[in-house]
């Protein structure tokens, strides 16, 4: 007995743990990592439900016996199109389709004011400052022209219209989005008292009302929260009378809208004298029509640049509102002037009186048609101005409209 169990032992001890192989890491391997293949389920599911989880954190809990929350019309028809998507989709894209479908639900689709304020959370200025030294980067001389022919294919540029067609002309994409034109590119119309600025499309026109302004049909904003408080409106019964000079006359207001591929310069609308301006620091938020329908005060809450004065009727306003990656806005007779700065804090006001400068002892005066200033992308330009009560818009809302066109008339 005792023999055997010795011989028992002895072969337990004779065992050795099997030697351990540990791989080694080099350059070939890590660079191994790299080569699979990328599989796009996998990370629409991760990132699908890291949104849906951010819903629902972010939604208020439900309240016992309160009635339940309906889906409005818009979120029962996104839900229609996902499920239509899903079912007529390429078989490699059905299963991303069926997912956001299932995700989705009529629950995680929260209002629209919750995905409202996680937009305006963006650090909209610090993308748009970063955006702006990526437009300042010569590029090589070989590749202007396939970056820019893209953006001439993406956005619809009238290149035959540019002074300089040949693309290798142009440095940069900043030089390329402040293209000049030929000199006969956009004749001013002479009949029309009031002409466009900039090309573009116009979001809206009328009457001021109440002191506010519609950005689009139904979305108004504060007219004296827009252009800042003005001398002589702390007496009138509102805000938009005080800014009249007779009685007879009426506020008018029209936007229009530049889109990336239009032609980026501004332009006198009117003979009129600036006597002030203000540049608001704010956010850059996108001023497309779609943003502008779903943002209130969307303009008072962007950086803008706005130049008051005077002209034939009396008051008289332009202002150049900023977007996303267009914090740049230039006026050429105001070389003080530096928008999307970090030394200026969103909300606050900075003024400039051009009157009584020695240059200017009654402002800055401008002829209509003559070149203003620049945006460095694309944004919105804001007419606020006094006419007589006869004065009528010739304009369609979605218009598309070009500098020196006409905007209304004088019955």
């Not at 704010?282 to 969307?298: C, D």
């Not at 105001?334 to 804090?345: C, I, K, S, W």
Request: with cysteine; hydrophobic share 35%; aromatic share 10%.
């Amino acid at each position: 007995m005792a023999a055997a169990f010795r011989s028992v032992l002895r072969a337990v001890t004779q065992i050795r743990p099997p030697a351990i192989r540990i791989q080694q890491c080099n350059l070939s391997t890590v660079r191994g990592l790299f080569r699979r293949p990328f599989r796009p389920v996998p990370v629409l599911v991760v990132t699908g439900g890291g949104y849906y989880g951010y819903q629902q954190y972010k939604g208020k809990p439900e309240v016992e016996g309160a009635a339940p929350v309906l889906a409005t019309p818009s979120q029962l028809t996104l839900k229609r199109r996902l499920n239509t998507l899903s079912r007529s989709a390429a078989p490699w894209r059905r299963r991303p389709m069926a997912f956001l479908y299932c995700t989705l639900t009529t629950r995680a689709l929260r209002p629209l004011a919750n995905r409202v304020a996680l937009y305006r959370s963006f650090p909209t200025r610090v993308i748009s400052r970063v955006w702006g030294k990526i437009n300042a980067v010569d590029l090589p001389t070989f590749l202007r022209k396939p970056i820019y022919s893209l953006y001439i294919w993406t956005f619809g540029v009238n290149m035959q219209e540019a002074a300089v067609e040949d693309l290798h002309f142009y440095k940069n994409l900043g030089e390329f989005f402040r293209r000049r034109l030929k000199p006969a590119a956009r004749p001013v119309c002479s009949s029309s008292c009031l002409t466009s600025p900039a090309d573009g499309r116009v979001l809206h026109f009328g009457s001021v009302k109440n002191s506010e302004v519609e950005q689009v049909k139904g979305v108004t904003y504060s007219l004296e929260q827009f252009l800042g408080p003005h001398n002589g409106t702390a007496q009138a019964d509102s805000f938009g009378d005080g800014l009249l000079s007779h009685p007879d006359n009426d506020l008018f207001h029209v936007v229009i809208y530049l889109a990336p591929g239009d032609y980026h310069c501004f332009h006198s609308p009117v003979d009129w004298t600036v006597q002030l301006r203000r540049h608001f620091p704010g956010s850059l938020m996108s001023v497309s029509p779609g943003v502008a329908h779903r943002v209130k005060e969307l303009f008072c809450l962007n950086e803008r640049v706005a130049l008051t004065g005077q002209w034939e009727h009396g008051f008289f306003s332009l202002t150049a509102v900023g977007a996303t990656n267009v914090g740049s806005i230039r006026i050429y007779f105001d070389q003080e002037l530096q928008t999307n700065t970090p030394r200026y804090r969103k909300g606050s006001c900075h003024e400039r009186c051009y009157e009584g400068e020695e240059s200017c002892a009654s402002g800055v005066t401008l002829q209509k048609g003559s070149p203003l200033g620049e945006f460095n992308l694309g944004s919105t330009v804001v007419l606020v101005f006094e006419a007589p009560k006869d004065f009528s818009f010739n304009l369609k809302t979605g218009q598309k409209i070009r500098v020196g066109e006409g905007l209304g008339l004088l019955s």
